[in-house]
């Protein structure tokens, strides 16, 4: 068995940590491309939401590299991407792959169907079920740190005085995560990673912005989707918080110990504009822009992809959240047909807003 995972932040990280941990088989799944996209357009139905689009490329590429395994993970709530394996599967095989095909739900929301799934994985491993446990939990440790090294890195690169001080800390810091194996070692590279990133110099007193991006999960993390927003703000004096990191959606009981905001909170926090679940990362998202405003943040950015109901309702909500709230915040839907130059022009826009509100206070 030759795994293969979609590339979305930190997933890739923990599936091959794991992989190693139980002796299966992993292939890498190679960076997005033009190529990539346009393959998983062309064998999709034009109003596929575009992470499916994507994701479809994407698996090609995994499965000629060498896999014969696709794990992938279910949507949340009522998102059209809880039914994107079993449509991944039949138009693979109508495309004349073979391959196996798993796919995990949420440990919060469906239990059961994650211990069949893990099951399935089971059968290849090394070891049972404890071990499979066990190995997982470590390996989440060990995501969690790399999405920690992300968030500190986001947070300092605007800010820093020696251009390229943070690419260096986060080299530094995950070449220290790599050779962490067990619990105790992977608590001792989180804790060195933080003594170097308190050795990045900065300046705290120079002006800058403060931007919270959210959005759709592959949209708001992947910088080949969202123009390396994160880079790109960064570069125009921006200190970035982002709401969703992938350690966070594995988490188990409603925590998410890396952005900070528990499921709890992620509803309460929503109450004024939004009482239920809306599917997706829509509740969450409308939670974050409001923590944003309600923290002072400068301006907020929201990925979404064409057609995305959940990001589409969040949209919504977000024109009266910014009248009443007092804060920019700019939705940008991303699909196959969205042109850099276009994104690059609002984002600047933003910016100019968020520069001259700022001097104007």
């Known amino acids: 068995m030759k795994l293969a995972v979609p590339r979305v932040g930190s997933i890739g990280y923990m599936a091959q940590d794991v992989c190693a941990r139980l002796g299966l088989g992993y292939v890498q799944t190679p960076e997005y491309t033009e190529r990539t996209v346009m393959r998983g357009v062309a064998i999709s139905p034009e109003l596929f939401c575009f992470p499916m689009k994507v994701l479809l490329g994407s698996s090609i590429d995994a499965l000629e590299a060498g896999a014969d395994t696709l794990v992938t993970v279910a949507g949340f709530g009522a998102c059209r991407f809880n039914y994107f394996g079993e449509l991944q599967r039949r138009i693979l095989e109508r495309e004349g792959y073979e391959f196996e095909i798993v796919v995990f739900d949420s440990p919060r929301d469906a239990p059961a169907d994650f211990l069949r799934n893990l099951k399935a994985v089971l059968k290849a491993s090394d070891g049972g079920i404890i071990s499979v446990v066990r190995s997982m939990k470590l390996s989440l440790r060990k995501g969690r740190a790399f999405d920690e090294v992300n968030r500190r890195a986001i947070a ?54 403060r931007v919270g991006v959210t959005g759709e ?10 123009l390396d927003i994160e ?8 200190v970035l918080e982002r709401s969703l990191y992938m350690s966070d959606i594995f988490t188990p009981m409603g925590r998410n110990p890396v952005s900070g905001m528990d499921d709890a909170e992620i509803e309460r926090m929503a109450l004024p504009y939004l009482c ?57 839907s991303i699909d196959e047909q969205t042109g850099r130059a276009g994104l690059q022009t609002r984002l600047e826009a933003l910016v100019d807003l968020a520069w001259a509100r700022k001097n104007a206070a």
Not at 231 to 238: F, I, M, Q, T, V
Not at 279 to 288: D, L, P, R, S, T
Not at 321 to 327: L, R, W
Request: proline share 5%; glycine share 8%.
């Open 231 to 238: 880079r790109w703000l960064a570069k125009r004096g921006a």
């Open 156 to 209: 300092l690169r605007g800010i820093e005085t020696e251009e390229g001080a943070t690419d260096e800390a986060v080299a530094d810091s995950l070449e220290m995560l790599s050779g962490a194996w067990s619990a105790r070692e992977i608590d001792e590279a989180r804790e060195a990673i933080g003594d170097r990133f308190g050795a990045v110099p900065v300046d705290p007193g120079r002006p800058h912005l």
């Open 276 to 332: 239920h679940e809306v599917g997706g990362h829509g509740q969450i998202n409308v939670a974050a822009a409001l923590e944003y405003a309600r923290r002072g943040f400068d301006a907020v950015v929201h990925f979404f992809p064409f057609t995305c109901l959940p990001e589409v309702i969040a949209r919504t909500l977000f024109v009266r959240a910014a009248e009443d709230m007092d804060i920019p915040i700019l939705s940008l």
């Open 217 to 226: 999960l592959m949209m708001a993390i992947e910088p080949y989707f969202n």
